[in-house]
């Protein structure tokens, strides 16, 4: 059993939907939760950055957090096309080296 | 802030060269840089950790001698494909954290190719 698995998609919505994209987790010990998103050809751009159970928000998106249940979201409103992309969950349990999810690809049609 | 520059983006060469890959950290001083590979339509698999001043700290299955990581200063690693062959042709990516408890910012990547 891999330590994130990632909702594997792809993920296809029309502009406007409402995108939820989730991981789960198996270690308790992980404590740092990021969502990445990556463009084709391009390295990842760290979109959200969390510890703590709970929401963060940051504009149209929002980030959250269940240590209880080892899962995380990434919520993504109003989406657009140039929200296309492949977006990866990465957990990090003590400042190491991070574990990272499969990635979701998503298209957003206009 | 935090912007990771990684040069060059694109190398085309031919079998036995030796390629270069340099990952900066343009505003902030990166205590730890990653080093990671990735095939097409796959996740990210990390090559190597490397903290200034020290030794890099490969992955198992990574060939040390093949990929020759150098953390010189606190702003610069460099990677090291010595006599690539086509097999190595790939999507190499770094990324470097500021500090302990601080995300991973990544660089653009370089797209490799071995002729």
């Known amino acids: 059993q891999k330590e994130v698995e990632q909702d594997p998609g792809p993920l296809s919505v029309p502009e406007g939907a409402i995108v939820s994209l989730n991981c789960t987790y198996s270690?308790?010990?992980?404590?740092?939760f990021m969502w990445y998103r990556q463009y084709s050809r391009k390295g990842p751009e760290l979109l959200m950055y969390t510890y703590s159970s709970g929401n963060k928000e940051d504009g149209r998106f929002t980030a959250q957090v269940d240590k209880s249940s080892k899962y995380i979201s990434l919520f993504i409103r109003d989406s657009q096309p140039s929200d296309s992309a492949t977006y990866l969950c990465a957990i990090d349990a003590n400042a190491g080296k991070s574990t990272f999810g499969d990635g979701t690809t998503l298209t957003v049609k206009p | 802030g935090a912007v990771v520059s990684q040069h060059p983006s694109r190398v085309i060469c031919k079998s036995g060269t030796s390629v270069k890959i340099e990952c900066r950290s343009l505003?902030?001083?990166?205590?730890?840089m990653f080093w990671y590979r990735q095939f097409p339509k796959q996740s990210l698999m990390l090559m190597a950790t490397s903290n200034e001043g020290s030794k890099a700290t490969y992955e198992q299955g990574v060939e040390k001698d093949k990929f020759l990581i150098n953390h010189a200063s606190l702003t610069l690693s460099t990677l090291t494909v010595t006599s690539a062959h086509p097999e190595d042709s790939s999507f190499y990516i770094c990324s470097a954290r500021e500090g302990v408890y601080q995300p991973q910012h990544f660089g653009d990547g370089t797209r490799l190719s071995i002729l």
């Open positions: 505003d902030f001083q990166a205590t730890t």
């Open positions: 270690n308790s010990a992980f404590q740092y």
